[in-house]
């Protein structure tokens, strides 16, 4: 069984924030606090990781928008395969299957 934690006073604003980011992350704001709580925890085994094999770079290495990450794959020279665009969108297969019900 877990254990409940409980911080108390917390300002407002502050709240917020974290309500936002959950929001961002698709997160209740219970899961956004229980993954910020993992990832605080993990944080020691990581450094004595890094101190073990010095060359090992960190999986995360920052946060980038969709349209950064497109401009630096066109930059790189990545096309789209043009067969792609013939194919069915993600969101056209979701409604025909909705639909069909």
Do not use: C, F, Y
């Not at 300002?11 to 993954?35: I, N």
């Not at 944080?43 to 073990?52: I, R």
């Amino acid at each position: 069984m877990g254990i409940n934690l409980s911080i108390k006073d917390v300002p407002s604003d502050l709240a917020e924030r974290l309500r936002q980011r959950a929001a961002r992350h698709h997160r209740s704001l219970q899961g956004e606090l229980m993954a910020i709580i993992e990832r605080a925890a993990a944080e020691p085994a990581q450094a004595a990781l890094a101190t073990a094999m010095p060359g090992l770079r960190s999986r995360t290495q920052g946060w980038k928008t969709v349209e950064q990450l497109m401009a630096e794959r066109l930059a790189a020279g990545w096309r789209p395969d043009p067969a792609m665009a013939k194919l069915p969108r993600g969101v056209d297969i979701v409604r025909a299957d909705r639909d069909s019900r």
